[in-house]
Structure formats: structure tokens, C-alpha cells
């Protein structure tokens, strides 16, 4: 391994990240600001063998070097020109008590870092696409390489997003060959941290930890945190832009809004057909703008701005990318159903999802029981909240989770019955990966657990003082008389 090089790398993501970060000027805790900034970073580095290919240079480590660096100082620029020091905040230690889970997650953690490293990807869909172009590209200097001579015809992953194959020519010249998959762990490590405290945030640090030991330990999503494929990413940013999204609808600033159009665009750039799941959430914003009685004009603004910019992105990868720089006649009308009117179809698609992956065996297998313990959490939640006279158990954030949660359920048959290329057992399987941190996020808003994380907070505080046993008496205070001011008799005087 080239140390230097990944630590090149890490400062690359970072920077450029932090300089996105300061163009939207969020308010954000500084553990959440650092590892923001590192996950922003790793798909705005990706670009820089796009923009080498685009100007004719041959794909060398000097190039790619350079490229990194000036995307890096382009991301930069914001972060120059409105500089500050920055402020460290009181870094919170975890206690004793989340140590069994936090290192329980922290074995894991290695364990994904050390396959990432060690180990040779091995998903088919890799070794039919971007890892088959990132490494003939590295071979012949080019990305536009001979491999597209080989007949491909059953295959369509060479048509996929530039993401993972520009990733994979980077850390494969600057730091990690001959796998390079490295690049997975500087994505899913911030991502974990930003979890954990965006849970500490509303829940009691030792229920924090749980929450973190159980979104861990789902079998098939850690798998996939050194399984390079699309999905991980694709989680990552689709969540952290709903979750900004939420942040706007509570706080109403425009930067948590901006900031999740782009987040959205970004999860648009690593799987395309991200922006029909992203038009079914805009409903969510739709609703409340209009039950706040926004101006029509601003309604109109607002949901223009987040539909335009990921079909932007899904412009750059199909009419950019992949018109460009695969040399192979490619239409995507020819993915879609053909027979749109059998709407039978949908529904066979939602009853295949729930037998198989959801309720099935096979999502036991896949998924655990973090899925399957949601809709008890819920109805639990549902029958404190009809209990309670004040009615205030389902917090905004919790109903926006619920809404989030409903549209990526019912979206994904969609998806497969537009695209049936969107096939069960596999991308389906995979797509259901968005539902987790949606999860996980509700189950932070949970009344449930919010009644026993306020129940810990209690315990935790009167350990802090003494039992009423042991508490010594305390004198009651003798209130002192006010003094009496003698009154001084005037005299008359003559002038």
C-alpha cells in the first residue's frame, strides 16, 4: 500500500468536501462537520479521471495526481474565500456503558477495512464493468480501451455511472493496487461516526449505541461495506439528503434545503434510476408547503430546484459519460417496460418483495431482524400516542421517517415495474438498503424509545447526587429581621 498516496487521498476528499460544505454554510456539529466533509469528498474526487478523459490526457499517475488536486482546490475555493478559525467544540467521550457495543462495531469495522484491502473484488457485477474498465484503463492509459472490443452483449454493467470505475482508477494508481477498493472504507467509516451522533443527538448515549450495534450488524448491509457495488454509496447519499430535508421542513433554513437537493443529485450520479425515487419524495416538501400556505411562486421554485438538479446529474451519466466514453450504441428507452398497461405486473412485483426478501426466509437472512422489528416499534408508538392525553409522542421528524420509509416500500416495486431489469433477488435486494438509516432515524424519534432514553437520562442524574438516605440534613435558613432605620426628626430651622 502507498501510504502517502491514500493519505493524499483522505486530505482530497476532505478538503474538497469542507469546501462544499462552507458554500452552504450549515450548522453542524464539528464530528459531524469532519465526517460530512470526508463522504462529500469521495464522489467529487471521482470526477477528476471524467475531466482527464474529456481533455485527451493519457491516464498516468502524474495525471491522475493532478487532476485529484485540482478538483480538490476548484472544491476548495469557497472554503478560501470565507475562511475562519475554525471552532472546536467540547469532543463528547463515549462512557463506559456504550464500550461493549462501540467495540463490538469497532472489530467489525476493521474487519471490513482488512477485506477491503486484502481481498480482490467479487461481485460479477464488477468484474463485467466498472472494475473490468478502471482496470484496462489503467492498463492502456485510457478509459475509451480495448475492453470494448470483447462482446459484452449480456451484460449492460459497462453502461453504469462513472462513480465506482473513476474511484477505482484513482486508488489503484495513487494508493492501493492492484485492488484499489479502499476507497470504501473512507466512505463507510464517517458515514458510521455521523450515525452515531446524529443518534446521540436525540437519544440517551447508551441506547445511541445499540441503535449503532443493530444498523451494523444487518447481514447483508455490512457485506456490501467491503462488496464493492453501487448500493452502499447509493444509501449513503439518498439518506443524508432526506435527512436534510427533514432538517429544512423543522428549521425552515434554505442551506439544509439546498445543501439536500445536492446530496439528492449526488445519490442520482452513482445509480440513475435514483430520480424517480427522488420524484416521489418531493411529494413530502409538496405537502407541507402547501399546508404552511407558501407562495405558489416559491412552491413552484423550491420543487423545480429539487427535480432539476438530479435530472442534471442523470444527464451528465447517460448523455455524458456513457454516450462518450463507451463506444457502444446504448438507448435507455430499451430497459423500459414495454407492456405498461398490465398493471398486474406491480403488484405480482410488491407480493414477490414482501414473500421473498421481506417476510421470507431469505430476508432473515439477508436483513436480520431490523426490518421486522420495525412495524412492532411502530404499532407500539401508535398505541402510546392514543394512550397519551397530550398527543405528543410522533414527533415531525418521526411522521417524515414514516413517510420516507412508505415511499421507498411502495417505490421500489415501481421501479421494478418500470425497469424489469430492476429484478428481485438482486437490485431490489439491494435497493431495500435505503430503508435501513430511514429506520434507524424513526427509531430515534420512536416514543417508545424515547420514553426509556428520558428513563435512563432520569437514572443517570440521580446517581449524580446522593440518595435521600444518605443526604445529610439541611438547616432551613433563619430569615434575618430588616433593619429598623431609627427616623431622624426634623428640625425647623430659620433661613
Known amino acids: 500500500m502507498n501510504f502517502p498516496g491514500l493519505i493524499f487521498l483522505i486530505l ?14 450549515l450548522q ?3 464530528v459531524q462537520l469532519v465526517c460530512l466533509s470526508v463522504v462529500l469528498g469521495v464522489p467529487l474526487v471521482s470526477l477528476a479521471p471524467c475531466f482527464i478523459q474529456l481533455a485527451h490526457i493519457p491516464i498516468t499517475f502524474t495525471s491522475v495526481f493532478a487532476g485529484v488536486a485540482v478538483v480538490t482546490l476548484l472544491c476548495s475555493i469557497p472554503l478560501l474565500v470565507g475562511f ?16 461493549p457495543f462501540l467495540l463490538v462495531c469497532l472489530g467489525m469495522v476493521v474487519l471490513s477495512v482488512w477485506r477491503c484491502y486484502y481481498y480482490p473484488p467479487t461481485a460479477r457485477d464488477m468484474l463485467a464493468g466498472p472494475e473490468l474498465l478502471a482496470e484496462f484503463a489503467v492498463r492502456e492509459k485510457t478509459m475509451v480501451s480495448s475492453v470494448f472490443t470483447v462482446d459484452l452483449h449480456t451484460t449492460n454493467n459497462y453502461f453504469k455511472s462513472p462513480y465506482i470505475t473513476c474511484l477505482q482508477i484513482i486508488y489503484k494508481l495513487l494508493s492501493t493496487p492492484p485492488f484499489g477498493q479502499t476507497w470504501m472504507s473512507v466512505l463507510f467509516i464517517p458515514f458510521l461516526i455521523f450515525m452515531y451522533s446524529m443518534l446521540r443527538e436525540r437519544v440517551h448515549p447508551f441506547l445511541a449505541s445499540m441503535l449503532l450495534f443493530l444498523f451494523i450488524t444487518i447481514p447483508d448491509l455490512f457485506a456490501y461495506s467491503f462488496v464493492m457495488l453501487y ?5 449513503v447519499f439518498f439518506f443524508l439528503g432526506f435527512y436534510f430535508l427533514v ?14 437537493v445536492f446530496l439528492f443529485g449526488l445519490a442520482t450520479y452513482i445509480r440513475v434510476e435514483t430520480v424517480i425515487l427522488i420524484g416521489m419524495v418531493s411529494l413530502l416538501p409538496l405537502f407541507v408547503f402547501f399546508r404552511e400556505k407558501q407562495a405558489f411562486k416559491t412552491i413552484a421554485i423550491k420543487w423545480g430546484l429539487m427535480m432539476a438538479v438530479p435530472t442534471a446529474f442523470y444527464f451528465i451519466c447517460i448523455d455524458l459519460f456513457v454516450r462518450h466514453f463507451v463506444p457502444l450504441p446504448f438507448n435507455a428507452s430499451n430497459d423500459i417496460n414495454k407492456n405498461l398497461g398490465d398493471v398486474s405486473y406491480l403488484f405480482h412485483r410488491f407480493s414477490e418483495i414482501n414473500d421473498k426478501l ?3 426466509e431469505q430476508g432473515k437472512v439477508v436483513y436480520g431482524y431490523f426490518i421486522r422489528v420495525f412495524p412492532f416499534l411502530v404499532i407500539t ?27 421507498i416500500y411502495v417505490g421500489l416495486p415501481i421501479l421494478g415495474y418500470l425497469l424489469p431489469l430492476f429484478d428481485v433477488m438482486n437490485t431490489t435486494k439491494r435497493g431495500l438498503f435505503k430503508l435501513l438509516p430511514i429506520m ?37 435558613a433563619v430569615p434575618r429581621p430588616a433593619p429598623v432605620s431609627k427616623a431622624v426628626p426634623k428640625t425647623k430651622g430659620k433661613r
Open 84 to 99: 475562519k478559525r475554525p471552532v472546536l467544540g467540547k469532543i463528547e467521550w463515549p462512557g463506559i456503558y456504550e464500550l
Open 28 to 30: 453542524l456539529k464539528p
Open 231 to 235: 448500493d452502499y454509496s447509493n444509501m
Open 247 to 260: 432538517r429544512h421542513l423543522e428549521n425552515k433554513r434554505m442551506n439544509d434545503f439546498a445543501f439536500s
Open 440 to 476: 434507524l432515524l424513526y427509531a430515534a424519534n420512536s416514543g417508545l424509545i424515547q420514553m426509556i432514553s428520558e428513563w435512563l437520562k432520569r437514572l443517570e442524574s440521580g446517581k449524580k447526587d446522593p440518595s435521600p438516605q444518605l443526604r445529610a440534613p439541611v438547616a432551613k
Open 358 to 360: 421481506i417476510w421470507g
Open 381 to 407: 408508538d401508535f398505541i402510546i400516542w392514543l394512550t397519551n392525553t397530550k398527543k405528543q409522542r410522533f414527533n415531525p421528524e418521526a411522521r417524515y421517517a414514516l413517510f420516507g420509509v412508505a415511499i
Open 12 to 25: 482530497a476528499h476532505f478538503i474538497s468536501g469542507r469546501g462544499i460544505l462552507q458554500l452552504f454554510r
